[in-house]
């Protein structure tokens, strides 16, 4: 049943994207004093309030210090006029849409086949804090549609800890849920858009009926020094779909001691209780404390990937319910080599954390270079054909080590003083997303 869901979604996508609903009129927004000659309305509010299901509505290049909310099916493109570009939609003053408890720039609700294309999206004018009101650069609620060569920054807390709940937390570059006695199909794409300077999260979409196509874009956070968690692409509660070619760079620990910074962790995707079969693949990830994580997950595939310049935790971190294929994927310099790592049980290229239910996942063709172990499995694993350069483990099996991995000491070098190795432990310390 959950397969015939994952096609209906995926089909429901394509045919939002490709063949939406007759298209309807082309509306053309221009602001004064702007290089676009005859425009229809001079704002993006009234031409959608205006607009029918299935217009397009061409937006000049200008400051447009507007809130929108969309509910039927239809367009926003940005365009060019006499070689100028860079149509940017800024509140002057982001208010909270009170039925739904956020603020969004663009808020898209209870409809589908919406496209978001070619423009700019700054919240960057908001005094919004805590975790009661959701802030968000575009956010589908109860809706599907497509997000294509957009920028969209400023989703930042007026105080980002203000919000430390670790999920979901708050400050969204996109983000799409549903009601929880939802039972329809929903599907977002986001493509070949530039997401940063947000608080938690570039993309967050949650919920057992989204079906997600995550292409191609850049998302670039700052990590750990925000003082909150911080997430480049986070899926949760059966959220389906692929996260294929994109690059995620985040943060790295910094001036952020090690203990403090795994608890403070960054990292590139992660799939928390999603739905069958999710696939993340060819992405570039760098400057984070784990790339992949993984915690509750039914046949996800996790392969070719690059992951680099990794700190306090690991490459691929998996734990939870999860059974999956890890393959093909490029983890380097993975660190520090301290005990840290040791005690942690962390350091890796690809880590299966022992005693929380992860078992039969498939390691395979992976590639580490630079780290403290190249695979830590649990006995149910199957790693195999795992090349390893310059790791001082290549594999451990974490059922062996239930509370440390074996001390981070390069053969010919003297062993840390007990005091020293066992002031730092923090044994069985779990992470959980």
């Known amino acids: 049943m959950r397969k015939r869901?994952?096609?209906?979604?995926?089909?429901?996508?394509?045919?939002?994207?490709?063949?939406?609903?007759?298209?309807?009129?082309?509306?053309?927004?221009?602001?004064?004093?702007?290089?676009?000659?005859?425009p229809d309305y001079?704002?993006?509010?009234?031409?959608?309030?205006?607009?029918?299901?299935?217009?397009?509505?061409?937006?000049?290049?200008a400051v447009y210090p507007e809130q929108l909310t969309i509910t039927i099916p239809l367009t926003l493109m940005g365009i060019s006029e006499l070689g100028v570009g860079g149509a940017l939609i800024q509140p002057a003053q982001l208010q909270t849409v009170a039925a739904l408890s956020s603020a969004a720039v663009i808020t898209?609700?209870?409809?589908?086949?919406?496209?978001?294309?070619?423009?700019?999206?700054?919240?960057?004018?908001?005094?919004?804090?805590?975790?009661?009101?959701?802030?968000?650069?575009?956010y589908f609620h109860d809706a599907s549609g497509t997000v294509d060569s957009v920028s969209i920054s400023g989703t930042r807390l007026s105080d980002p800890t203000s919000c430390s709940k670790l999920f979901p937390g708050n400050g969204f570059g996109v983000e799409a849920d549903e009601d929880a006695n939802s039972a329809a199909p929903y599907s977002i794409a986001v493509w070949n858009s530039s997401i940063h300077d947000f608080s938690r999260n570039g993309i967050l979409v949650m919920g057992l009926g989204e079906t997600?196509?995550?292409?191609?874009?850049?998302?670039?956070?700052?990590?750990?020094?925000?003082?909150?968690?911080?997430?480049?692409?986070?899926l949760a509660n059966g959220t389906v779909g692929k996260v294929v070619g994109n690059s995620i760079s985040q943060g790295n620990c910094g001036a952020v001691d090690i203990p403090d910074c795994y608890n403070l962790r960054s990292e590139g995707v992660v799939l928390r209780a999603v739905g069958d079969g999710v696939l993340v693949d060819s992405n570039m990830i760098s400057n984070v404390q784990a790339g992949v994580f993984v915690n509750g997950a039914t046949h996800p595939h996790v392969t070719n990937n690059t992951v680099n310049n990794v700190d306090a935790l690991s490459g691929i971190h998996l734990q939870g319910s999860?059974?999956?294929?890890?393959?093909?994927?490029?983890?380097?310099?993975?660190?520090p080599l301290t005990t840290d790592t040791s005690s942690d049980e962390e350091g890796c290229g690809v880590n299966d954390v022992s005693g929380?239910?992860?078992?039969?996942?498939?390691?395979?063709?992976?590639?580490?270079?630079?780290?403290?172990?190249?695979?830590?499995?649990?006995?149910?694993?199957?790693?195999?054909?795992?090349i390893f350069r310059n790791t001082l483990y290549e594999?451990?099996?974490?059922?062996?080590?239930?509370?440390?991995?074996?001390?981070?000491?390069?053969?010919?070098?003297?062993?840390?003083?007990?005091?020293?190795?066992?002031?730092?432990?923090?044994?069985?310390?779990?992470v959980v997303e």
Not at 216 to 233: A, E, R, W, Y
Not at 322 to 335: A, C, D, I, K
Not at 368 to 374: F, L, S
């Open 5 to 38: 869901k994952i096609w209906m979604g995926t089909a429901l996508l394509a045919l939002g994207t490709f063949c939406p609903v007759s298209r309807g009129r082309t509306w053309t927004v221009g602001a004064p004093n702007t290089p676009c000659p005859n």
């Open 42 to 61: 001079t704002t993006i509010t009234a031409a959608v309030n205006a607009a029918s299901a299935g217009d397009v509505i061409q937006i000049c290049p």
């Open 108 to 138: 898209v609700v209870n409809t589908s086949n919406v496209t978001i294309q070619n423009v700019g999206i700054d919240a960057g004018n908001n005094n919004i804090s805590g975790c009661g009101v959701a802030l968000a650069g575009i």
């Open 212 to 234: 997600v196509d995550i292409e191609n874009n850049t998302i670039t956070g700052v990590g750990p020094s925000t003082g909150v968690n911080q997430f480049g692409i986070f």
């Open 322 to 335: 999860v059974s999956g294929l890890y393959q093909g994927n490029r983890v380097f310099h993975v660190g």
């Open 356 to 386: 929380t239910n992860s078992l039969a996942n498939t390691i395979q063709g992976n590639l580490v270079n630079d780290a403290y172990c190249g695979v830590a499995y649990v006995s149910g694993d199957l790693p195999q054909g795992n």
């Open 395 to 430: 594999t451990l099996d974490s059922d062996f080590y239930p509370e440390a991995f074996p001390s981070p000491v390069r053969p010919g070098q003297p062993s840390p003083s007990a005091a020293n190795q066992g002031q730092v432990l923090r044994r069985l310390r779990r």
